[in-house]
């Protein structure tokens, strides 16, 4: 009886200035629910909703399943690039491969031993040359033999520094960066596949849910909105003369039908432009009274429900 009296007294000092009983200012309003709205970050279509309508969930449970192939796909190649990345940037911090350093030394083996041999033909050539045995010629050309020989020697040894030298600097750098790039599009790439998943954010009760599975869902557009515990408030209207008397923080009783004693609110929000007439369910006569829409956080408000009709008063 409480709440209805407190109600009616309320609805008569908002349409008849004046008109008293209770002491002190009353505010009708309604509780309202700050909901959660769950939304995939791409678009996709739905394969799977597991939870329906009226369901309790926890933080982190799973929600929605959206179509995954393309950006498993996109993951693959992402991590491929990686490794190619990987492998030019180890190629680079360690010079050639073993193998073809083997190669180059062999080939340096084998220019030693054409520089004895020609050594040890120019030595012969030149002993007969003295001796009239053979042309002036002969010496020259093996001469030139022995040059070839102390050339390719030369040349195979420079081979031999470079490929047992690391890359210069600004290879190595670019490598490193390519490197760096290829990872991060690698993340990139398992973050989108992780979101074609997509949990609960928070624990409550499942309000409503807007799709079905094959329906495609557009990057941010809510699929279920989540009714978390403790998010309720309560929607009031202050008339004008009593606006300055109200302040952000102010605790208020809150009365119902059928709800226990001991509910508060708190109120967080006042609007800043009157309004002209509260909703029509509470004034259909005086349109011209201004109020403020103000909001207050209510605590201790197990039972109530959004939509509920509730009367607010100054908490003693």
């Given amino acids: 009886m409480t709440a209805v009296k407190d109600f009616l007294f309320g609805l ?16 009708n309003g309604y509780v309202e629910a700050d909901y959660v709205y769950v939304a995939p970050s791409g678009a996709g279509r739905i394969v799977s909703i597991l939870a329906a309508e009226g369901d309790t969930v926890t933080e982190g449970q799973l929600l929605l399943k959206l179509e995954e192939t393309a950006q498993t796909e996109a993951l693959r190649s992402a991590e491929a690039g990686v490794a190619v990345a990987k492998a030019n940037l180890d190629n680079l911090q360690t010079g050639s491969r073993e193998a073809e350093i083997e190669v180059i030394r062999a080939s340096l083996h084998k220019a ?48 031999l520094k470079v490929a047992e030298l690391p890359a210069r600097d600004a290879q190595r750098l670019a490598a490193e960066a390519s490197l760096d790039m290829a990872i991060a599009q690698a993340a990139i790439a398992k973050s989108n596949l992780d979101d074609r998943t997509i949990q609960a954010p928070v624990a409550g009760i ?78 259909r006569e005086e349109r011209a009274r201004l109020v403020f829409r103000a909001e207050a956080l209510l605590e201790h408000a197990d039972g109530l429900l959004p939509g509920q009709p509730v009367t607010l008063r100054p908490a003693p």
């Fill in 12 to 27: 008569l000092a908002l349409i008849l200035p004046g008109f008293g009983a209770p002491t002190g200012p009353i505010y």
């Fill in 112 to 159: 030693y031993a054409d520089q004895t041999l020609a050594q040890t033909t120019l030595d012969r050539s030149s002993a007969l040359q003295a001796r009239g045995l053979v042309p002036p010629a002969q010496v020259d050309t093996d001469r030139a033999n022995l040059d070839r020989a102390v050339a390719q020697i030369e040349q195979l040894q420079a081979q």
């Fill in 206 to 283: 499942v309000d409503r849910v807007y799709f079905d599975a094959g329906e495609v869902a557009a990057t941010g557009a809510p699929i279920l909105s989540l009714f978390p515990p403790g998010r309720l408030k309560a929607i009031f209207f202050i008339p004008e003369p009593e606006r300055s008397g109200v302040r952000v923080g102010d605790l208020l009783s809150v009365t119902c039908d059928g709800c226990d004693d001991g509910i508060t609110a708190r109120i967080t929000y006042m609007a800043s432009d009157p309004q002209y007439t509260p909703p029509i369910i509470y004034s």
